[in-house]
């Protein structure tokens, strides 16, 4: 089970902390991702860390802005979003991995309920 | 990496056989999964490394390819499964998605 919270109205160029806690495997085994599906658009990866912290990716639309990072001892991810744009506008979905890293992924295998992020003046 | 999908959208009927393709823009060798998206639900892995079903999906959808072109397929089309279906490349740092094909009823 992953479930996810800290969504909310923010204004352009605010910061927002997204959390993600996990239950029902051993959190610290699997790589973890965030993705987010904007209104009317599809499915866009925005982030993913691996088992141990040790390495992450981000899209190319969230680098320099975004931070992910976990806790293994409360079974919990982060992201941290600065510098909101409004195109960051969405429902932000945290994911669990087959495998142990992001450059070894074997795809999502869990996925959250998600959290909207509404990023207005 | 890039990928795209065809169609973007295809009416169907029950009962029918449906084909689904995502191209990447270079060579993923099968790290391709695929997802099944219904309004308001996350989406349900269906299909990782690109033919290995996701445990508990229906035999009916399959998965085929490597390289740079990849399928699904729904062998025979139920009510439930009318929905988008998104592939996702796992090659790079930098996952992606296509851009989603919209299985609707004819």
């Known amino acids: 089970q992953l479930v996810e919270s800290g969504g909310g109205l923010v204004q352009p160029g605010r910061s927002l902390r997204l959390s993600c806690v996990a239950a029902?495997?051993?959190?610290?085994?699997?790589?973890m991702h965030w993705v987010r599906e904007a209104p009317g658009k599809g499915l866009e990866w925005v982030s993913g860390i691996s088992w141990n912290s040790g390495s992450t990716g981000y899209a190319d639309s969230v680098k320099g802005r975004f931070t992910i990072s976990r806790d293994n001892t409360k079974n919990s991810l982060y992201l941290q979003m600065d510098s909101l744009r409004l195109e960051d506008m969405a429902l932000y979905y945290c994911?669990?991995?087959?495998?142990?890293?992001?450059?070894?992924?074997?795809?999502?295998?869990?996925w959250g309920q998600g959290t909207v992020v509404t990023v207005s003046s | 990496i890039q990928l795209t999908q065809s169609p973007s959208f295809l009416s169907a009927s029950v009962g029918d056989r449906v084909t689904i393709t995502c191209r990447a823009s270079?060579?993923?060798?099968?790290?391709l999964a695929w997802y099944q998206k219904k309004p308001g639900k996350p989406p349900k892995p269906l299909i990782y490394a690109a033919s290995t079903l996701q445990s508990g999906v229906p035999s009916r959808f399959s998965g085929s390819g490597s390289g740079t072109e990849f399928t699904l397929t729904i062998s025979s089309l139920q009510p439930e499964d009318f929905a988008t279906y998104y592939c996702?490349?796992?090659?790079?740092?930098?996952?992606?998605f296509g851009p989603g094909t919209k299985v609707d009823i004819k």
């Open positions: 994911a669990k991995d087959r495998g142990t890293t992001v450059t070894t992924s074997w795809g999502f295998d869990f």
């Open positions: 029902g495997f051993t959190f610290d085994d699997y790589a």
């Open positions: 996702q490349q796992v090659n790079s740092d930098h996952l992606t």
């Open positions: 270079q060579d993923i060798r099968f790290y």
